[in-house]
């Protein structure tokens, strides 16, 4: 593997990997909602004469060239273990029983392991979207059922207090009302997200399941994985077992529980992240998957 990935050299197919986990996991661009608020400036000419002169394929995805960029810089750690990949005989052999290409899934890791990263431990905490704060107050009033309530709201030094049970409840109904005939224009601009005033970083925990998640979605893809599985499962031993294998490997974890092989570390992971809803950050690098 280069220390360099050049687009005149064959950097399109060595992420091919890449390329095939974003289509799966970004939503079509026409439909796509951004995160949080952006504002699009035009490429001065000097800026577009330089992207032409960079050999660009016009296939390239956002995800390969912001990888390319990050990957030819050295800013996604786990790239110095390159050789001892290749050396951890555990990780090669699971590889070829899945009839995978190990540099180009090693590329895949590599931008796996960055995006978490830049989600989790460097990611930017959104707000909730309007929409999710009055889903999240008509929820709560709706549970609270029979019990009494308070609703606050203050400006400046203006304070109402509303604890009439009627009232509040009230206030629900007419907020769900209103989502249902709202102009789906106007609607939409509810949906945007605001960067809040700090960012919060997350936990390990979670961190392995989405990495894992990743991983599952594209082994879901490669017809020659699905077709050794056992009738029935969802995923076998062996995508399991080269995950969990990874964990330790990129030293995601430091448990090397998860070195050992058809351990259920990974199964219970997933379980306890099943509904997990993931807190509000975004990514600080790429654009946000749908999981």
């Not at 990957?71 to 050396?87: G, M, Q, R, T, V």
């Not at 930017?124 to 606050?152: R, Y």
């Not at 700090?198 to 893809?221: D, G, H, Q, T, Y």
């Not at 993931?278 to 600080?284: D, G, K, L, R, T």
Request: proline letters at 3%.
């Amino acid at each position: 593997m280069t220390d360099k990935l050049e687009w005149n050299e064959g950097a399109m197919e060595q992420m091919e990997y890449i390329g095939l986990v974003e289509a799966i996991l970004l939503p079509d661009f026409d439909d796509y909602e951004y995160p949080f608020n952006v504002s699009f400036v035009k490429a001065t000419k000097e800026e577009a004469e330089k992207a032409n002169a960079s050999c660009v394929p016009l296939t390239a995805t956002l995800c390969m060239r912001i990888f390319k960029d990050r990957y030819d810089s050295n800013k996604i750690a786990p790239k110095s273990l390159y050789k001892e990949y290749l050396n951890n005989r555990t990780i090669q052999k699971l590889l070829n029983d899945l009839e995978l290409d190990a540099d180009k899934f090693w590329l895949l890791i590599l931008f796996t392991y960055d995006y978490c990263e830049n989600l989790f431990y460097n990611g930017v905490t959104m707000k909730l979207t309007p929409v999710e704060q009055l889903t999240g107050l008509c929820e709560a009033i709706n549970k609270s059922g029979d019990a009494p309530m308070t609703l606050t709201f203050k400006a400046g030094k203006q304070k109402t207090v509303v604890d009439s049970f009627l009232a509040i409840k009230a206030i629900a109904e007419m907020i769900t009302n209103y989502q249902k005939e709202i102009d789906e224009d106007y609607y939409k601009n509810l949906h945007k997200r605001d960067k809040a005033d700090e960012s919060i970083m997350l936990k390990e925990s979670p961190f392995i399941a989405f990495f894992a998640r990743i991983l599952l979605r594209f082994f879901n893809a490669q017809p020659q994985i699905r077709e050794k599985r056992k009738k029935g499962a969802n995923h076998s031993t062996k995508e399991t077992d080269l995950i969990c294998q990874l964990i330790y490997f990129l030293k995601i974890s430091t448990n090397e529980n998860w070195k050992e092989i058809e351990n259920d570390m990974l199964k219970a992971y997933l379980k306890q992240y099943k509904n997990y809803k993931y807190p509000n950050n975004v990514s600080s690098i790429y654009p946000e998957f749908s999981i």
